[in-house]
């Protein structure tokens, strides 16, 4: 079956522990991306890759980092995570001009 | 500046009618449009797109109108059923339907009255 998997589902951490939220696809998709959707502000686009070893910072890449070093993995990295961070974040894969595939998403809550 | 608006948080349809879903852009360069539907804990889906070349795009119950002029398009759907209850996002991009610089709205709740 044709997907996007993102883990955990569900995570609660403190203010400072680095975690990792991971993402693979099995479709062959040359474009991943991670949003985060937050009340009233609908999706915005954290970071985004074109392809292996291209990573560009999308609306809101503050305080995350990501890494493309497989065509189908695109983890995100929260160094430091902060309680602004708290959010549900999907993760995303597409071939170039066509229409995106969602992840189920992860919720994040940092206290 | 939101360049994607979607200014109803939420719209309340009785079965069997049409809903109608509207969104503005205010970016000329947006040049492809595409709408997805969210359930609750579940990633959004693709349900339709339209090409700024056309005016129309039509995929059973769902239809997209795009007025350029205007920077207005529209999802009807016709007719609603309770499944179709979920939130909907416009999405528009400046690259031929492609990923790369998608903005979204911020959604619209839609709910369907049984």
């Known amino acids: 079956e044709a997907q996007v998997t993102q883990n955990p589902r569900y995570l609660i951490t403190v203010t400072g522990k680095k975690l990792t939220v991971t993402c693979s696809q099995n479709m062959n998709h040359e474009y991943m991306s991670w949003y985060r959707q937050d009340p009233g502000l609908g999706l915005r686009q954290i970071y985004y890759s074109m392809n292996v070893e291209v990573t560009d910072k999308g609306d809101v890449p503050e305080g995350y980092k990501v890494s493309r070093k497989e065509k189908r993995n695109f983890p995100l990295i929260l160094e430091s995570p902060s309680p602004n961070q708290t959010s549900l974040y999907f993760c995303?894969?597409?071939?170039?001009?066509?229409?995106?595939?969602f992840g189920n998403g992860t919720r994040l809550t940092v206290t | 500046d939101q360049q994607v608006k979607q200014n109803s948080p939420s719209l309340s349809v009785q079965e069997g009618r049409i809903s109608i879903l509207n969104c503005d852009y205010t970016n000329s360069m947006f040049d492809y449009f595409l709408w997805y539907k969210k359930y609750p804990a579940e990633g959004p889906t693709f349900l339709i797109s339209?090409?700024?070349?056309?005016d129309k795009n039509e995929d059973g119950r769902f239809t997209v109108f795009l007025n350029k002029s205007a920077k207005h398009l529209s999802l009807h759907i016709v007719p609603s059923q309770p499944g179709d209850s979920a939130v909907y996002f416009c999405a528009a991009s400046p690259s031929g339907g492609g990923a790369d610089g998608l903005t979204f709205g911020k959604g619209t709740h839609l709910i369907i009255q049984p």
């Open positions: 339209i090409s700024s070349i056309k």
């Open positions: 995303a894969s597409s071939r170039y001009n066509s229409p995106l595939h």
